[in-house]
């Protein structure tokens, strides 16, 4: 007797594979979103500009779980909600946070001269 192989063109997505996915991705994001503290941004500041940027993400396509992923971390000996970054997401939250902050503002400049050669 012969074995039968069901073939289905669409696999309903399973949830290990999604945490293994997630944590696939999460092992590529060197940045931390707390690491802006450090930088002069407020936490406001830095939830306001990962908004912004998983939003950016989104609407240009990409999946942004590929390159956030909300973590828990210390700061100073306090528990806080973070996010951890992929190369891109942390590029992405500079453009997008606040313009009067030395380190935004120097990713903005930088990133234009260098997309235009100046």
């Not at 945490?19 to 690491?35: E, I, R």
């Not at 002069?40 to 999946?63: F, K, M, Q, W, Y």
């Not at 700061?75 to 951890?84: A, E, N, P, W």
């Not at 946070?97 to 001269?113: C, D, S, W």
């Amino acid at each position: 007797m012969n074995d039968i192989i069901l073939y289905e063109p669409e696999y309903e997505s399973f949830e290990s594979i999604e945490n293994f996915l997630d944590g696939f991705h999460s092992a590529q994001m060197p940045y931390l979103a707390s690491s802006l503290l450090d930088k002069g941004l407020s936490p406001r500041e830095i939830v306001g500009a990962v908004r912004r940027a998983v939003n950016a993400c989104r609407t240009a396509g990409h999946d942004p779980r590929r390159h956030f992923y909300p973590v828990y971390t210390q700061y100073r000996g306090q528990l806080v909600r973070d996010c951890k970054l992929s190369t891109f997401g942390y590029g992405l939250v500079l453009l997008n946070g606040p313009e009067n902050q030395p380190i935004v503002a120097e990713f903005q400049t930088r990133l234009v001269e260098g997309f235009i050669g100046g």
